[in-house]
């Protein structure tokens, strides 16, 4: 998506995001979020809060929920088995366009609503009726602009295509108001919702501002590559080991010179490395003691000296640094493994050098023993998340409203969002 168009839908993806539907799994879920962001817009929002991440967790809920959604999409619409429709979704990689087009209209309907009621998908019977309100012919044109424009355009659509699809969506949908009854906040839940807002900010903020410098400082390092811009954070995990605090992110970048796809890239990111003043290069790394030039124009840096990042087997030192993330082969050994932050099932993608904190591989055996534990995934998937915090919307999310209302403290509740 633009990169306007993907902070705007960032709580659709999060919220509604799933990739069930009568089309491809990636124009589903922009089909879906822009459906939902539309009928149900976010009523209240605080103004100095304008998300750029895209939480981790979240993502993981999604994913996790967004499977459920199409395994009972298909054993509904074919009378499969689990198993069956589990090796037919491979087979097709996700997606049921073909099923849409066989299966009759009331089987349509029933495989929408039973794969929202398995996604946990917040309004999945408006969703199903909105996807049976349209024709087939609509639903051609939908899947034309989205797959076609992103593939001429480098996997980008672009802002006029995005603007018929929006015409389109507003010609076959209307506005829903909100639920009636819906309970206030008391004074305590104001206040841990007021809390985890501004953690939120600081968060953002600090992030933004080290991954901004990061790509500066590697731009410097590669000035034959075009020059890499902060797209959206889309998976942070904190490290509290020890004393030193750190973070393993991924984020997207895009180019201003260069009509390209979005690049993913990996960052560690050590807070002491940017509360400390950096006034003496680091023995460990090489520097380059004058800024570099691109196309004419100096390259200035926050930062007094740029780093040179070697690759090996283990980081031992509190250095931060970011590097894009290639296609994995299938072949290669490791993958990127990191025994902190598989054993949480935190969805980050790391490089295949090894080159950050967590990639000792011979603790990995010990770490994940999580995986004979079968309510692991599930707890994880359904857990209170950032995102629940950052939209809320009093007028409609009604259960979490129940949650924050809860006296017991957050770690204590269990109650899973639906």
């Keep these: 998506m633009p990169h306007k168009a993907l902070h705007k839908h960032l709580r659709g993806i999060l919220v509604a995001g799933h990739c069930y539907g009568p089309m491809d799994p990636v124009s589903n879920i922009i089909l879906n979020a822009i459906w939902y962001d539309s009928v149900f817009p976010l009523l209240e929002m605080d103004a100095e809060i304008e998300p750029d991440i895209l939480d981790s967790q979240s993502m993981l809920r999604m994913e996790t929920r967004s499977l459920d959604s199409l395994v009972a999409m298909v054993c509904t619409a074919t009378g499969?088995?689990?198993?069956?429709?589990?090796?037919?979704?491979?087979?097709?990689?996700?997606?049921l366009s073909v099923v849409f087009?066989?299966?009759?209209?009331?089987?349509?309907?029933?495989?929408?609503?039973?794969?929202?009621?398995?996604?946990?998908?917040?309004?999945?019977?408006?969703?199903a009726s909105f996807l049976m309100s349209m024709a087939r012919n609509v639903l051609q044109d939908l899947r034309s602009l989205l797959t076609n424009e992103a593939t001429r355009k480098g996997y980008v659509i672009s802002d006029a295509v995005l603007e018929q699809v929006y015409k389109i969506m507003e010609d076959q949908?209307?506005?829903?108001?909100?639920?009636?009854?819906?309970?206030?906040?008391?004074?305590?839940?104001?206040?841990?919702?007021?809390?985890?807002?501004?953690?939120?900010?600081?968060?953002?903020?600090?992030?933004?501002?080290?991954?901004?410098?990061?790509?500066?400082?590697?731009?410097?390092?590669?000035?034959?590559?075009?020059?890499?811009?902060?797209d959206v954070i889309c998976g942070v995990k904190k490290n509290d080991r020890g004393h030193s605090k750190s973070y393993h992110v991924n984020f997207l970048v895009y180019y201003d010179d260069v009509a390209s796809a979005r690049v993913l890239f990996f960052a560690e990111v050590w807070e002491s490395s940017f509360q400390a003043k950096r006034s003496e290069p680091?023995?460990?790394?090489?520097?380059?003691?004058?800024?570099?030039t691109r196309n004419g124009r100096r390259v200035e840096s926050s930062a007094q000296f740029v780093k040179v990042y070697c690759k090996s087997s283990r980081k031992e030192s509190e250095t931060s640094f970011c590097c894009p993330l290639p296609y994995?082969?299938?072949?290669?050994?490791?993958?990127?493994?990191?025994?902190?932050?598989?054993?949480?099932?935190?969805?980050?993608?790391?490089?295949?050098?090894?080159?950050?904190?967590?990639?000792?591989?011979?603790?990995?055996?010990?770490?994940?023993?999580?995986?004979?534990?079968?309510?692991?995934?599930?707890?994880?998937?359904?857990?209170?998340?950032e995102s629940d915090f950052v939209y809320f919307d009093c007028l409609r999310d009604t259960n979490f409203a129940k949650v924050l209302n809860d006296g017991r403290s957050l770690e204590e509740k269990k109650l899973i969002i639906r």
């Design 80 to 95: 499969f088995s689990e198993h069956m429709a589990v090796e037919y979704l491979c087979y097709k990689q996700c997606d």
């Design 101 to 127: 087009q066989m299966a009759t209209k009331e089987v349509c309907h029933k495989a929408c609503d039973c794969a929202g009621q398995a996604g946990k998908h917040p309004k999945h019977l408006e969703l």
């Design 173 to 230: 949908s209307s506005s829903t108001s909100p639920s009636v009854g819906h309970p206030r906040l008391c004074p305590s839940a104001w206040k841990m919702l007021g809390s985890r807002k501004d953690d939120f900010v600081q968060k953002q903020k600090f992030l933004g501002q080290a991954l901004e410098e990061l790509l500066l400082d590697y731009s410097n390092h590669h000035p034959w590559e075009p020059v890499p811009r902060l």
């Design 282 to 292: 680091n023995t460990s790394v090489n520097v380059v003691p004058v800024p570099c």
């Design 328 to 385: 994995y082969s299938p072949d290669h050994p490791y993958l990127g493994r990191c025994y902190i932050c598989e054993p949480i099932l935190s969805k980050i993608v790391h490089p295949p050098s090894g080159n950050h904190i967590g990639a000792d591989y011979s603790q990995l055996g010990e770490q994940l023993e999580y995986l004979n534990l079968r309510d692991t995934i599930p707890s994880a998937a359904d857990s209170i998340t």
